[in-house]
């Protein structure tokens, strides 16, 4: 099972460097839009 994990991150990289980006710019954007408010 470990092997195949290694295997999988292995083959796709790429997606999940991506992946990790837009989950990071989606996070920047909740926390704006939830601080956004107080000072409108």
Do not use: Q
């Amino acid at each position: 099972m470990a092997e195949e994990i290694k295997s999988v991150i292995a083959r796709s990289r790429d997606t999940i460097v991506m992946d990790a980006l837009g989950v990071a710019a989606l996070m920047v954007m909740l926390v704006f839009g939830l601080a956004l408010p107080g000072p409108i």
